[in-house]
C-alpha cells in the first residue's frame, strides 16, 4: 500500500488522496476514496467522472456502472457523477478512444505503476 508516515494514501500528484465520491459511495472499500490494498485485485484506483459515453462504453465491454443493483446498495453510476474505476478499464478505455475524464487529486498513487502520469494529467479536471 502507498501511505505517508501518517498512514494515509497518497493520490497521483504526491499529497493526501481525497475523496473521489460519497454520492453514490465509491471505492473498493467504499470510503468514498480510491483507496487501495492486497484485497483489491482490480485496483480500482482511478477517480473518473463518467460520461454518458463512457458509461455507454463500459457496459458493452461488460462493466455495467449504470444500472443500479439494489441488491447491491449500489445506485447506479450517473453522468456527471464520480467513481473509482479500475485503472486496467481507465487503460481499456484509453486506447479505444473513450477514456472519462480524470480527478488527479482523489486518484491513488498506485494508478501510476499502470498509467503514466502525463496520460492522466491529459484527462484530468483538476488541473490549474
Given amino acids: 500500500m502507498n501511505r505517508d508516515e501518517g498512514g ?3 493520490n497521483v500528484l504526491g499529497g493526501p488522496l481525497g475523496v473521489c465520491s460519497e454520492a453514490p459511495v465509491t471505492g473498493f472499500f467504499r470510503t468514498g476514496c480510491c483507496d487501495t490494498g492486497p484485497q483489491d485485485i482490480g485496483r ?3 477517480c473518473i467522472v463518467a460520461s454518458e459515453e463512457f458509461l455507454a462504453f463500459s457496459k458493452a465491454r461488460g462493466n455495467d456502472l449504470s444500472t443500479p ?15 473509482c474505476l479500475c485503472a486496467a ?3 481499456e478505455a484509453y486506447h479505444a478512444g473513450m477514456a472519462p475524464q480524470v480527478v488527479l487529486n482523489a486518484t491513488n498513487e498506485a494508478t501510476l505503476d499502470l498509467i503514466p502520469l502525463e496520460a492522466l494529467k491529459r484527462y484530468a479536471v483538476d488541473l490549474h
Fill in 69 to 83: 443493483m439494489p441488491e447491491y446498495d449500489f445506485p447506479g453510476v450517473q453522468p456527471g457523477q464520480r467513481w
Fill in 8 to 10: 494515509l494514501q497518497r
Fill in 44 to 46: 480500482h484506483t482511478v
Fill in 89 to 91: 478499464r481507465w487503460v
